[in-house]
């Protein structure tokens, strides 16, 4: 089977696990105290009008962004409630639940409105810093430019420093190890740890890409409103986020499918060098959570196609 005909799977690291979604299914794996392996499993409910909205180029990639961050946060929230509690402690980790619909609601509302909190404070405080060198960069183009400058370097060392915590560097592991499941999968080896960690730890489709092309996006967009006053600086900014965000998600999806075309391969290398920040090299027990995530979903995946040809053919 080509690549081309192989189903598109994404994925998430997680507090010591990882999480892959397919057509169908969610799947999380993570490594409990114990050493064991616990899974957390949720159908992907689809709605039809969203459906029909992610069918809609620029838009789909808001949609996208605000699904990925809502059900994303469910399972990052599996996970730091049990990755290091003991399994025989569970009663404790149950004892703290509420119904699984008010949870899930609000771990997603709380995943999607810290998405655009974070998005704002970016968006914002390289407004500000750029605009403390307005006397010495007074243009419009020169604003733009110092503005993206400093996006850049707020963002490069935000990753940096959050990847010096140990619990992070790990979390950063778990995301090497997706990917290289993933690069596996698509290459049509086998899921073995000997082979994943043949592969590398980036991939063209990537989260960490789509968020360093925010920033290039961001550039020639604000090419096109003025940066003064500031007030109507800070308007636009806010107001142009879902347009950066619809564009930056085509570019992604653009670079991945030029990926294994000469000279054009190389648009997507800027998001892959950020992914040497974003992503570690894993450790075997790391890998093996990875490929058993990715395993059941492919067996989720499996089962449910088959039981949709049955209904169909009924």
């Not at 990882?18 to 114990?34: P, Q």
């Not at 986020?241 to 648009?267: C, H, M, S």
Request: hydrophobic share 45%; aromatic share 10%; proline share 4%.
């Amino acid at each position: 089977m080509s690549k081309t005909q192989k189903p598109v799977y994404g994925g998430q690291a997680v507090v010591e696990g990882v999480m892959f979604g397919g057509k169908h299914h969610y799947v999380t794996a993570i490594r409990r105290k114990d050493h064991s392996v616990e899974y957390f499993r949720l159908p992907r409910k689809v709605n039809p009008q969203l459906a029909n909205l992610k069918k809609i180029p620029f838009l789909r990639g808001i949609i996208a962004i605000i699904e990925a961050s809502a059900n994303g946060s469910k399972h990052l929230n599996f996970s730091t409630e049990r990755y290091d509690v003991d399994p025989k402690d569970d009663h404790t980790i149950k004892e703290k639940e509420g119904s699984k619909l008010s949870m899930y609601l609000g771990v997603a509302v709380i995943g999607v409105i810290s998405f655009l909190f974070g998005k704002f404070a970016f968006t914002l405080i390289p407004v500000f810093l750029a605009e403390l060198t307005r006397t010495i960069f007074p243009s419009d183009f020169a604003q733009v430019l110092v503005e993206g400058f400093f996006k850049l370097i707020l963002l490069l060392c935000y990753i940096y420093f959050v990847s010096l915590t140990p619990l992070i560097k790990r979390v950063f592991q778990y995301h090497g190890a997706e990917h290289k499941v993933i690069n596996t999968f698509e290459s049509g080896a086998e899921l073995t740890v000997e082979n994943v960690q043949a592969h590398s730890r980036l991939h063209y489709r990537c989260g960490s890409s789509f968020i360093l092309f925010t920033v290039i996006v961001g550039v020639f967009v604000y090419m096109l409103v003025p940066t003064s006053p500031l007030w109507l600086r800070i308007v636009d900014r806010l107001a142009l986020i879902p347009v950066v965000l619809g564009i930056a998600f085509e570019v992604l999806q653009l670079t991945n499918k030029l990926r294994d075309i000469p000279v054009l391969k190389y648009l997507g290398l800027p998001g892959l060098w950020l992914q040497l920040l974003t992503t570690k090299e894993p450790d075997n027990d790391q890998v093996e959570v990875a490929i058993l995530s990715f395993k059941e979903l492919l067996s989720m995946e499996e089962a449910t196609e088959k039981q949709v040809e049955i209904e169909e053919i009924v």
